[in-house]
């Protein structure tokens, strides 16, 4: 049992998990890529569910934080909720100090990361350039990237992909990095998740 996985994660992971994978079956590839040291899991975004799909494809033991819009963790109960599985709060937009130190320091103790680089929702079709915070936070906090897919189709009682990808450590100068460098290390993580969408 893992110390670094937060105890309510485990209990509703346990309870819920099941439940979403009844309605929406995960198929999931690429588990061999999965290590034991903490990462940034860097999935592309294109529906709601998408967290839902990707947390059902990870045991309940799998130490994991959770990077989320400020909206989400500000509403009442559920943000309650959700900040006590480990979900945490990110104002996007804007240059938020404490989310970035709350994912640095979550990284350092042991628990990967999720973070949507894209920031948003996409829609098949949609192209919106990867955000360089991503990468920023892995070389800060010594870690490296890992691509993910999720199905784009989600499909009520048929299978949907979530593919794990090879981790992938960002290449950067100097000691903490460039933005350019930020940027460049985020896009090809982006590029690296939805390229697994191409894989059988």
Known sequence: MNPAVIPAYRRLHRLLVPLI?????????????????????CPNH??????????????????????????????PVLG??????????????????????????SLRSGSSLLIFPEGTRVRP??????????????IRSGVKLQPVYIATHKRLFRKNRVVFGPVYAPVYTGKKGTAEEYQANADEILRQAYALGETV
Request: charge should be negative; charged fraction near 20%.
């Open 21 to 41: 994978r009844f309605f929406f079956p995960v198929a999931v590839s690429g588990r061999e890529n999965l290590t034991d040291e903490p990462v940034i899991l």
């Open 46 to 75: 294109s529906g709601a569910l998408d967290p839902f799909l990707l947390v059902a494809a990870l045991d309940c033991d799998y130490p994991i934080r959770i990077m989320a819009k400020k909206q989400v963790t500000d509403l």
């Open 80 to 105: 309650g909720i959700l900040q006590r599985i480990g979900v945490f709060g990110v104002d996007r937009g804007h240059s938020d100090i404490g989310a970035i130190k709350t994912a640095i320091t």
């Open 125 to 138: 079709g949609e192209h919106i350039q990867a955000k360089g915070g991503v990468a920023m936070m892995a």
